[in-house]
């Protein structure tokens, strides 16, 4: 029970410390031409995956908890806004030990919302994602919305995490494979980040 | 203009490279895990036999199972061969009312065939022969056996009583071993090689003619089929071959992705449903035979699971995801008394299939490993 009462107590100090600590740093305003790389590794989560007949069969009893990450490079358009690049992939395995491997380059698009020595970046991609199960490799579009929530280091280093929903259509058109079988997968990229803010 | 440069981007947004002919989420929504018994998963099949309460699986060692058994119940290894000496079994079985093994020793410089009863195994030595022998096959008339005289003479012997008596065959041509046989329209029908025979005495010809089966890699098997009252002859050329009469044959061809022809094995009959379906191993898992208008107008061979295998598919779509799909599939075995079928691989050990159900929507039919 003592421990219990400790915590409110010590999240207090932490927070405290951190504040204090940002009160000796500059507060560093993003312009157009800043950039910033980051770096993203943690799991994805088989969401559920959606057929065209109507059929909707959750991730979870057909595939295990994946591995995601992503490098991802931005430049800012102005303070708030930035545009870049994110390649990302993933992996998790079917209930027959098959391995699927997703790897999604997108373009992004980012906006923050800061409260330093916090950010929160609500971001949204577009891209093309190349899947790959066994012999079989399907390239087409991805869409991934997401949000990061990062604590400023410094200037130039923050940490955070970052949460992607990955929307990925693999649309068939009959030819080889029945149109019947276009079907939509959803997950969820949990990842720890770490961003780079540079000039 | 400038509307048409964003053609070629959208195109690259749905580019499909399928080898496998199912999408990957509909796939993968579809997936069912595996059943995988204690029989090692890397053996290679040469031999089955339903015993009276056992399954006795041939593969290098011999092994067991209760016929009665759940899917994944354990077997046995603990089988017994007929010597210490002679510890790997090559083929196995079955004629009238017992078991018959092709023994060996490690380095295959003695041979020797052994009978069983089916309800326990006690071997004893079925035939003298004085030469290595080198194959085992059965029809429902005869047992056959070849042993290689010299190093390209083979020499095919028939018996009826498990080689206490045996008569030596004249197979025209012959340049190596008798691998299968089948009785049909009172002639016997062997596979040796290149060459298919047929005979109803000690003399046999090779089928001859035009459009008769012909295979420049060998055949792969051959089987007579009572219900359709056809006989099926394969290929390693990937073609199947069927007649009714013994003299008109209608042939179809399987090729694989790269339009190259799928070598094809043995060949089994199971019921589904109403309908007898008809199986060929293949280098790449096996083929349902599909009849078109009724078998006599002609068939193609489809991959089991997929819309094309149709209805009575031997296998439901969650083949197209396993191994068995790239297995060598040497042969079939079919417990006709609880319709459950065993395809025997190389190298990829032993599956089952136990099909059950009355109508389309109550049908089960998922091959697991054992």
């Known amino acids: 029970m003592k421990k219990l009462t400790a915590l409110p107590a010590l999240l207090l100090f932490v927070f405290a410390a951190v504040n204090a600590y940002a009160q000796d740093e500059t507060i560093d305003i993003y312009g157009i031409g800043d950039q910033t790389f980051s770096i993203n590794a943690g799991t994805i989560l088989p969401l559920f995956i959606f057929g065209v007949d109507g059929t909707s069969v959750g991730g979870f009893s057909k595939l295990t908890v994946g591995a995601a990450g992503s490098l991802r490079w931005t430049t800012f358009l102005n303070n708030e806004m930035t545009i870049g690049v994110d390649v990302g992939g993933m992996f998790a395995l079917t209930k027959l030990d098959r391995v699927l491997i997703m790897l999604p380059v997108s373009g992004m698009f980012t906006y923050a919302i800061r409260f330093y020595p916090f950010e929160v970046l609500l971001q949204a991609g577009l891209g093309v994602s190349f899947t790959k199960l066994d012999d079989d490799l399907y390239i087409g579009p991805v869409l991934k919305p997401g949000a990061s929530f990062y604590w400023n280091y410094s200037g130039e280093w923050s940490f955070g995490v970052q949460a992607d929903y990955w929307f990925v259509p693999e649309i068939y058109f009959g030819s080889k494979v029945p149109a019947e079988q276009s079907a939509f997968g959803n997950f969820l990229g949990i990842t720890l980040t770490t961003l780079y803010h540079f000039q | ?370």
């Open chain 2, 1 to 370: 203009m400038r509307r048409f440069c964003f053609l070629p981007l959208l195109l690259l947004f749905l580019v499909s490279c399928n080898q496998s002919g199912i999408g990957i989420f509909y796939s993968i929504s579809r997936e069912q895990p595996l059943e995988d018994a204690t029989l090692p998963n890397a053996v290679s099949v040469s031999g089955m036999v339903k015993g009276t309460s056992k399954y006795y699986v041939c593969a290098g060692g011999l092994y067991s199972r209760d016929i009665q058994a759940e899917l994944d119940a354990p077997w046995s290894d603990k089988v017994p061969t007929p010597s210490a000496e002679l510890s790997l079994c090559i083929k196995l079985v079955k004629f009238g009312s017992k078991m018959y093994g092709l023994f060996t020793n490690y380095d295959a410089t003695v041979t020797a065939i052994y009978s069983s009863g089916l309800d326990t195994v006690a071997w004893e030595e079925a035939g003298s022969f004085d030469k290595p022998i080198v194959a085992l096959a059965a029809s429902g008339t005869y047992l056959f056996a070849t042993v290689r005289e010299d190093y390209a003479t083979y020499v095919t012997k028939r018996s009826t009583d498990g080689f206490a008596t045996m008569t030596s065959l004249s197979l025209e041509g012959q340049y190596t071993a008798v691998t299968d046989a089948e009785d049909f329209l009172a002639e016997t029908w062997l596979l040796s090689g290149t060459k298919l025979y047929s005979g109803t005495d000690i003399t046999y010809a090779p089928v001859t003619g035009t459009d008769v089966p012909s295979s420049s890699g060998g055949f792969g098997g051959v089987y007579a089929s009572a219900s359709l009252a056809c006989l099926f002859v394969s290929s390693a050329a990937g073609k199947v071959y069927c007649t009714q009469d013994g003299t008109t044959w209608v042939v179809s061809a399987v090729t694989d992705s790269n339009d190259e022809p799928v070598a094809l094995f043995d060949i089994e009959e199971v019921p589904v449903l109403d309908a007898d379906v008809i199986l060929v191993g293949a280098k790449n898992g096996y083929y349902d035979i599909v009849f078109e208008n009724g078998y006599t107008q002609g068939f193609s061979l489809q991959t089991p699971g997929t819309a094309e295998a149709g209805e009575f598919s031997s296998s439901d779509a969650n083949y197209l995801n396993i191994d068995l799909r790239t297995s060598v599939v040497r042969f079939f075995f079919v417990d006709k008394a609880s319709n459950t079928l065993f395809a025997c691989t190389s190298g990829n050990g032993l599956w089952i299939n136990p099909i059950s159900g009355a109508t389309a929507d109550t049908l089960v039919r998922k091959w697991d490993r054992q």
